[in-house]
Every structure is written in C-alpha cells, then in structure tokens.
C-alpha cells in the first residue's frame, strides 16, 4: 500500500467514524483511527519507521547496547524475586520485537513475551512487565478552559481535512482528573489527557501477581506537567524527523504523541496495587545497571573510534535521551 493510498483510507476511515457519531469524535478517537487501525493506521499498517530514514529515534535503535542492559535488570529482578518458576519478562508495545532480540542476545533463558496494544494481558504473571515508549504512543483526549471552564477538544469534517471543535467534556474520569487545577488562572490553556493509560495500569495491577513494572518514556511529574510553559500541551507530530503540531496534516502517515504525566500513572498504579520503587531519568538508571559494562567498553575501546562509546553518549548524556526519558519502577507483592 503507498504512502498515497493509506493517506486516503486514514481519512475515509475518520470521515465515517465521525459521521457515525453525530459530526464529530473525540480527539482519542481520532488517534485511534490514524495510528492503530489494522490497514490505514501508523503503527498498526506498517508506515511507522524507526531510524534516519523514518520519522524518529528510539532507545533501542540507537544501539543494541540498550537491550544488553535492561537484560541485566530484568535477570536482577529475577534473582530478586528468588529464581521463581515460570518468571517472565512481558513487552508492551514492542514494534516489531526489536528489543526483544537484544535483550534475548545477552540473556537467551528469559521467557520474553510481546504484548501489542490490543492483545490481552497474560493472567497470574510472576515476573516484568516492560515498556520502552509505549504510554506516549496511547490516544489522548485533548482539553482546553474556555470561558473559566474545562471543555473538551473534539474532532470535526471541514472541507477536506478535520478541524477542532469545543463541547463538553465526554467522560466524568476527565473532569475527575483536572479537578485540582487552578482553573480561573487558566483562561485558554490546552493539554491532554491519558485515560487509557489509567484503564492498562488498573490492568498491569490484575494481571501481575508478582513481579515488577518497568517504563521507560519521556514525560514529567504532574506539576511540570501543568507548568504555565506549556500552555499548548505536550502533543506533537513527528514526520521525517521534523517535529509539528498539524495534527490532521498527515493522517496515517506520521506519529501522533503527548508527553506522559509520571504522577498520573504512579497514582492509579499505587490503586491497583502497584507500589512505587524508582523514579528517575533514563542517564542516572542506565548508569546504575551498567557501570562496569560501561567501563569495559571504555577501556576495550580507548583511542578508538567506537559505536558502542557512540551509544553509551547517545543513551544517557543530558542533552540527549538522558535527562528526556524518565523511569518508573513498581513492585507488586
């Protein structure tokens, strides 16, 4: 299927979804027609390409360094959970299953399961449920105060493309989550928020009987979340490596993503009965579970021009993927 073609399905698919239902749609609805539905979305239709002829740059594809590491964690999570029988290590989100090779290079006796966005959860796990941006990739409702209230941004037709269009908010979960803000200071502040990420850690809660959770993602804690710098959210569009906020340029043909609110999922993690264990950015982790593997490489590699140094600057430097990725631990059991 061309680029051209999927373009044209994206948006008869949407057209239909929002005549369906009364003129207009959600803007969750809206990104789950253009990135998972099974022929015109992009990650589910194939479009989605990851490296310097795609749209971005990921962890795992910078280097396979990445996988050697979590695959030290996920064998310390095991003999922290004293070697239990049937222990497994579940991806979320896994496009493709890059990252499962490279972990599986370094640890080959892992049970490494793939869990796409729409499979059910394994019941009764005893092991590691991972996620390497997988939150960020969920639809988002969008969310704007107007007239001293929160209304919600939904999706309508307009000529040939779709345009914004306020009305009440669709869901009392929504209202429930901005209930704390200041909201008569916010006049015209817009942002989204991640229902589906709640309904998968209520999920993760269920279906982890004991073991750990593991997400790897960019994001911030609540309050820098709501900070008066962003007054336009954190939803991006990223086509070709160029970043945009057009969201309905492109339908089916480049990623939509909102930045992940840390303190949301800890709450409603801690709900479901997942306790918080670490928090803190991709730099500091990766150079907590491989120092020494870090320090190999730099001697093996010294006065040498070297990918695997290349990576190791690449992962966890500041300005880098080091201080935009954050981490988040949780312990169930």
Known sequence: MTAERLNIQALCETRKKIRANGGRITFADFMEVVLYHPEAGYYTGGRAVIGPQGDYFTSPGASPLFGRLLARQFLRFREELGHPPGFAVVEL???????RRDVLAEAPDLDYRLVEVGDALPSGLVGCVFSNEFWDALPVHRVKVAGGHWQEIYVREEGEGFADALGPLSDPRLEEYLSDLP???????ETTVNLQAQEWMGRLGLSLERGFVLNIDYGFERAEYFSPQRPKGTLRCYHRHTLNDEYYARPGEQD????????????????AGLEPVLFTDQGRYLVGIGLELFREISERTAGQLSRERQAIHQLIHPSLMGNAFKVLIQKEG
């Open 256 to 271: 939509l993503t909102a930045h992940v609110d840390f303190t949301s999922l800890i709450d409603t993690g801690r709900k």
């Open 183 to 189: 909201v008569a200071w916010m006049e015209g502040y």
């Open 93 to 99: 989100g896994p496009h493709r299953g890059q990252l």
